[in-house]
Antibody, heavy 116, light 110 residues
């Protein structure tokens, strides 16, 4: 069974940093792109970033370019989202998901709140 | 990338059919046959119910069907049931390994 478990969400001040983690099981992580999607409270879904199987290519939505970095460690079955210079508008539930050209399996999400 | 446009809400009575539209301009709906649909109940993660325009994952009810015409994708729910009351989002591959989601539609069962 495919499982994705996010962690690392927290309350952080504007301008602060946070690292989200996503532990994958039930499939061979190294064979798949992986994606992060976020959902602000009461709002819709927004694709944030994804990373190629070997980590060599990474893609971001314009609003996080230069502030967020996606990475992965296939040996640890994990994907990460490093978030710097956080803003109030980054407040959201962040979902880790498997990416096959379709975003198919999702984790349960982790809440990031940016507030002073 | 601009979000794909969906109606804010759609409602129907039990047993009826409803259709949710998803319209994009430069966001890939008409370019790639990679439109997916997700069902999201409050407080839980989205669930994939349609991929590649009209394919259903294993375990998803055949009451859900998808189609695409030009820049518009559509999700039809037939035989509407109370459990179908949820938020629905379309999503399209938008090129350069990016994705764009729809604005979301709330389905109400009257």
């Amino acid at each position: 069974e495919v499982q994705l478990v996010e962690s690392g969400g927290a309350l952080v001040q504007p301008g602060g940093s946070l690292r989200l983690s996503c532990e994958a099981s039930g499939f061979e992580l190294s064979r798949y792109y992986m994606t992060w999607v976020r959902q602000a409270p009461g709002k819709g879904l927004e694709w944030v970033a994804n990373i190629k199987q070997d980590g060599a290519e990474k893609f971001y939505v314009d609003s996080v370019k230069g502030r967020f970095t996606i990475s992965r460690d296939n040996a640890k079955n994990s994907v990460y989202l490093h978030m710097n210079s956080l803003r109030a508008e980054d407040t959201a539930v962040y979902y880790c998901a498997r990416d096959t050209g379709t975003i198919d399996y999702w984790g349960q999400g982790t809440l990031v709140t940016v507030s002073s | 990338q601009s979000a794909l446009t969906q109606p804010a809400s759609v409602s129907g009575s039990p047993g009826q059919s409803i259709t949710i539209s998803c319209t994009g301009t430069s966001s890939g709906v008409g370019t790639y046959n990679l439109v997916s649909w997700y069902q999201q109940h409050p407080g839980v993660a989205p669930k994939l119910i349609i991929y590649e325009g009209n394919e259903r994952p294993s375990g998803v009810s055949s009451r859900f069907s998808g189609s695409t015409s030009g820049n518009t994708a559509s999700l039809t729910i037939s035989g509407l049931q109370a459990e179908d009351e949820a938020h629905y989002y379309c999503c399209s591959y938008a090129g350069s390994s990016s994705y764009v989601f729809g604005t979301g539609t709330t389905v109400s069962v009257l």
